[in-house]
T-cell receptor
Framework: RKEVEQDPGPFNVPEGATVAFNCTYSNSASQSFFWYRQDCRKEPKLLMSVYSSGNEDGRFTAQLNRASQYISLLIRDSKLSDSATYLCVVKSPGGSYIPTFGRGTSLIVHP | GAGVSQSPSNKVTEKGKDVELRCDPISGHTALYWYRQSLGQGLEFLIYFQGNSAPDKSGLPSDRFSAERTGGSVSTLTIQRTQQEDSAVYLC??????????????????FGPGTRLTVT
């Protein structure tokens, strides 16, 4: 099992739709979780951290399910500008301080 | 404030030549990472610097790759005798907190715009 797994998509949704992505991780002791957004031919940019209690930022909601070892990202009222690849990032405990990036989920929002 | 900067933004080189890529992290960030990303692929970790500790070089694909970080700030990634398979976007990232400090966001990384390397 890969350390961090994401459905590559693409998820093709109309404007205004609600869409959700999941990301599973293999190390149950993982501590820190993030969602990044990467536009085509651009660098990844931090979208939001995922806190244990879940967190919301405008139209975006991130949640952590430790029992099932996954994090989720929910986007409400999708905009054309939300079209991008969404990367899941997991930081495991221990001596390695290197976060593990998922391969990303592609989202396409169409008119 | 200023973000992570990288130079050059694009580099075209002939196979067999050496190249140097530069990264200026965010001021005050103690951790610095190098990644590379081939077209349509995920991020591949290369090397990690943390303060004055020995770098974690576990991701370097061959001994043609090396990196240094001077004065705990600027970093240079060097690729010797470049090969066509080295063509990729090389991304640098920095983060604020060293390992061990509390805080759920201790490992938030901020990326530079990358250097697009093409080996012909």
């Amino acid at each position: 099992r890969k350390e961090v797994e994401q459905d590559p998509g693409p998820f093709n949704v109309p404007e205004g739709a609600t869409v959700a992505f999941n990301c599973t991780y293999s190390n149950s002791a993982s501590q820190s979780f993030f969602w990044y957004r990467q536009d085509c031919r651009k660098e990844p940019k931090l979208l939001m951290s995922v806190y244990s209690s879940g967190n919301e930022d405008g139209r975006f909601t991130a949640q952590l399910n430790r029992a099932s070892q996954y994090i989720s990202l929910l986007i409400r009222d999708s905009k054309l500008s939300d079209s991008a690849t969404y990367l899941c990032v997991v930081k495991s405990p221990g001596g390695s301080y290197i976060p593990t990036f998922g391969r990303g989920t592609s989202l396409i929002v169409h008119p | 404030g200023a973000g992570v900067s990288q130079s050059p933004s694009n580099k075209v080189t002939e196979k067999g030549k050496d190249v140097e890529l530069r990264c200026d992290p965010i001021s005050g960030h103690t951790a610095l990472y190098w990644y590379r990303q081939s077209l349509g692929q995920g991020l591949e970790f290369l090397i990690y610097f943390q303060g004055n500790s020995a770098p974690d070089k576990s991701g370097l694909p061959s001994d043609r790759f090396s990196a240094e970080r001077t004065g705990g700030s600027v970093s240079t990634l060097t690729i010797q005798r470049t090969q066509q398979e080295d063509s990729a976007v090389y991304l640098c990232a920095s983060s604020q907190f060293p390992p061990g400090l509390a805080g759920e966001n201790a490992y938030e990384q901020y990326f530079g715009p990358g250097t697009r390397l093409t080996v012909t």
